[in-house]
């Protein structure tokens, strides 16, 4: 079977290497890293990135009230914050890091530096808020949601919960 093939039966990931037949978590993943570089190089290189999650004229990002009230579902169990792990390395990671502390491999070439998801502000942020600006998306950070469920958002934020400092 040609290498070809093998990608479109979900054989091999981008990598090559075997995924068990997890052709959805590897095409989310060429898409949410193709749509980062696109948002990249169509923004352009900053000269200095500007703070997270911000445009260019404000500071912060604040989630509207009654979104940012709502709770998480998806209790914090062990298998939900491995599958919000997993989700975060398949869409976050590229931008955020791998450690969430917004130093991706390609975060220097975004016109807004990703957010550090250790950090004090964003760990006192709401599940609810974070739920809300993963949905919505924001100027380099596209909306995650026609690529990740709803309970794999919520996911998401059990695995962020994780990363404080």
């Known amino acids: 079977m040609m290498a070809k093939d093998r990608w479109e039966?979900?054989?091999?990931?981008?990598?090559?290497?075997?995924?068990?037949?997890?052709?959805?978590?590897?095409?989310?993943?060429?898409?949410?890293?193709?749509?980062?570089?696109?948002?990249?190089?169509?923004?352009?290189?900053?000269?200095?990135?500007?703070?997270?999650?911000?445009?260019s004229n404000a500071a912060t990002w604040v989630a509207p009230d009654q979104p940012a009230s709502v709770p998480n579902p998806v209790p914090a169990t062990k298998d939900a914050v491995a599958r919000g792990q997993s989700l975060f390395r398949a869409n976050c990671e590229m931008c955020h890091g791998q450690h969430g502390r917004g130093d991706g491999m390609i975060a220097a070439s975004l016109p807004v530096h990703p957010a550090d998801l250790t950090s004090d502000a964003v760990q006192a942020q709401t599940d609810g808020a974070l739920?809300?600006?993963m949905t919505e998306g924001r100027g380099p950070m596209p909306s995650a949601r026609a690529t990740v469920p709803e309970?794999?958002?919520w996911a998401l934020i059990d695995y962020i919960r994780t990363l404080k400092k």
């Open 151 to 153: 309970a794999g958002r």
């Open 131 to 133: 739920f809300w600006k």
């Open 9 to 55: 039966h979900g054989i091999t990931s981008h990598r090559g290497y075997p995924m068990a037949g997890n052709h959805t978590m590897t095409s989310m993943a060429v898409r949410g890293a193709a749509a980062c570089m696109a948002v990249a190089l169509m923004g352009g290189l900053a000269a200095a990135p500007v703070a997270a999650q911000g445009p």
